[in-house]
């Protein structure tokens, strides 16, 4: 099938759609073996679900950004977006489904926010870099310009208020969001990124929406990024990239435990990093054979030591992006047969796109 022109309105909802499904699988994928170590798991690489693919808090909350998005007519007013947020992540907070591991950080803050408080306020959000601020960031991606870094930022600090959360979301977003023009260089890409904040000639830190966001807890944003890049983000990426250099030269099934020697993946700075290490060994440019399939990246990032849902999940929703044909993930084998609600909620969240998806 020949994929939509790039770009256009079509190409941006196929590519929705494959990130949302590649997310899903990967989240049902790994939050089988979510809390088993890599020396327990049932095997190398864990099998995918039998019968029904059982997401998790990964995807629940991925849709309810879609949810607050999707509501939101003026994006300019940032309390309207913040408010939209919030309600969504408290819907999702008493949910009856809402038993799959959820986070503690996000539980935490949403006591805080329902019970009055704002996510700036001492009281509100925590100030955790733990990985809920870097798996549901796919609908802000796809996000029109000049909102989609913002929100991203935003989407975060509602629960996770720390430069080491925001900064992550900021690269993993990025990377979603130009992942056609990134395969086999997510990590090469996002490297750059750090260094252009790092040494001052990057354009986010005078994006004007993402300065608005951060306003009540960063009066200066480049020193709020360079802050969450200092704290492990930077050292995280480089231990990545020193691990894919080191991969490419093994058969996959050599790779061990994707989490060796980078992290676990329970916080976001190796969330990252290491869903941009299965994404780049999933994905090539230039008309080359990437090292893995598709399939074979959700199974290896699952077989981990780590967060297997998160890693899996962000990987599966950055290599779908990557692709701007229909239903992706079918034609390359994987058709993925989750609970009938979540099915529902993701065929029309594809349908229906980011509001003004067109960039």
């Known amino acids: 099938m020949t994929a939509p022109a ?32 890599y020396t327990r798991m049932p095997a190398y690489p864990v099998a995918p679900p039998v019968g ?28 309207t977006v913040t408010g939209a947020l919030i309600r969504q992540f408290l819907v999702w907070q008493v949910d009856p489904d809402n038993t799959r591991a959820p986070g503690r950080t996000c539980m935490t803050s949403l006591r805080n926010l329902r019970a009055g408080a704002r ?28 909102y989609w870094l913002g929100l991203t930022a935003l ?105 060796a020697g980078i992290g676990e993946g329970w916080e976001s700075a190796s969330a990252a990093a290491l869903a941009l290490l299965v994404a780049d060994m999933a994905t090539a440019s230039g008309g080359d054979a990437p090292s893995l399939t598709s399939p074979q990246a959700l199974a290896w990032a699952s077989t981990s030591n780590g967060d297997s849902d998160s890693i899996a999940c962000i990987a599966g929703g950055i290599i779908g992006s990557a692709h701007p044909e229909p239903d992706y993930w079918a034609a390359n084998g994987l ?15 594809a349908r229906q796109g980011t509001c003004r998806l067109h960039w």
């Open 6 to 37: 790039a770009g256009s309105d079509t190409a941006l909802l196929a590519r929705y759609g494959n990130a949302l499904t590649g997310l899903a699988a990967g989240d049902a994928w790994g939050y089988q073996v979510e809390f088993t170590s």
């Open 335 to 349: 058709n993925p047969t989750f609970e009938p609600r979540y099915a529902e909620e993701l065929a029309a969240a």
């Open 119 to 146: 996510w700036y306020d001492t009281d509100g959000a925590v100030e955790s870099a733990g990985c809920g601020a870097v798996m549901r960031l796919v609908p802000t991606a796809f996000a029109p310009d000049p």
């Open 155 to 259: 989407q975060a600090v509602i629960t996770h208020k720390h430069p080491r959360a925001v900064v992550p979301a900021l690269l993993l977003a990025d990377a979603t969001r130009h992942a056609p023009a990134q395969r086999g260089r997510f990590l090469e890409h996002a490297l750059t990124t750090a260094a252009q904040i790092h040494n001052g000639t990057s354009t986010w830190t005078e994006d004007r929406y993402l300065q608005d966001v951060l306003a009540p807890i960063a009066g200066d944003v480049s020193s709020f990024l360079v802050d969450g890049l200092n704290d492990d983000v930077a050292d995280a990426l480089m231990r990545s990239a020193d691990s894919r250099d080191r991969l490419q030269d093994l058969e996959p099934a050599s790779y061990g435990d994707p989490c």
């Open 52 to 79: 029904t693919w059982t997401v998790s808090d990964d995807t629940q909350m991925t849709l309810a950004v879609h949810r607050a998005l999707a509501e939101v007519t003026d994006f300019d007013d940032v309390e």
